[in-house]
């Protein structure tokens, strides 16, 4: 019962390097979703997916680009980074009747930018 | 999308019923009442969702009132493991194209 599994755990990356932050589930979610937490701060969504081929932007989507070929995978990619996306990256998914039992988030991505 | 308002933070002890508010004056009427639960380093966890009335389930307790403008979590006899961040979220949960966003939370600190 993997759930959500997001990869890599730690990254440091360097000013204007790229990167991409996976994310993969196995529930057969439709939904899946990145967000960003900010050190004592709430979630803040970047983009989301309600299917295969289907994206839209969140609130804070500068700077990251998604696709989603597939319905397990959903994967984030940093274009050039900057300091300011030194943050906490957690992927989420559900089912497209969220009613049932909401999102399952993974365990996060802990990207520093230098 | 409705925007919540939560206390920043909560102190309890061991044994004690905990109560937070979560104050949600423009819900919709297709919007439902979630909360989450986020421990350090780890991402939310679900706890409970309702529309209306009194939802329970084996964690807690989701009291609505009548005009749905606020929602008040209830953990009966909380622990030490209690200790986390608690969310509460608004929006329309069969829209998957609804955005959902996440408030500041409320810092519950369980004391022994």
């Known amino acids: 019962n993997a759930g959500v599994t997001q990869t890599p755990k730690f990254q440091v990356l360097k000013t204007g390097q790229s990167m991409t932050l996976q994310c993969a589930q196995d529930m057969n979610h439709e939904y899946m979703s990145w967000y960003r937490q900010d050190p004592g701060m709430g979630l803040r969504l970047i983009h989301y997916s309600v299917g295969a081929g289907i994206t839209d932007q969140g609130e804070v989507p500068n700077g990251y680009n998604v696709s989603r070929s597939t319905t397990e995978d959903f994967p984030l990619r940093l274009l050039s980074a900057a300091p300011s996306q030194t943050s906490v990256y957690f992927c989420?998914?559900?089912?497209?009747?969220?009613?049932?039992?909401?999102?399952?988030f993974g365990s996060g991505t802990r990207l520093t930018v230098v | 999308l409705a925007k919540t308002t939560q206390p920043i933070s909560m102190d309890s002890y061991e044994g004690q019923e905990v109560n937070i508010t979560c104050s949600h004056n423009n819900i919709a009427t297709n919007d439902y009442i979630t909360w989450y639960q986020q421990f350090p380093s780890q991402g939310p966890r679900f706890i409970i969702q309702?529309?209306?009335t009194k939802v329970t389930n084996e964690v807690a307790s989701l009291f609505i009132p009548a005009d749905r403008k606020s929602s008040t979590l209830s953990l009966p006899r909380v622990s030490l493991s209690d200790t986390a961040v608690y969310y509460c979220?608004?929006?329309?949960?069969?829209?998957?194209?609804?955005?959902?966003?996440f408030g500041g939370g409320t810092r519950l600190m369980v004391k022994p």
């Open positions: 979220l608004v929006g329309d949960m069969h829209n998957a194209g609804n955005m959902l966003t």
């Open positions: 309702g529309y209306k």
């Open positions: 989420a998914s559900s089912s497209l009747d969220r009613g049932r039992r909401g999102y399952t």
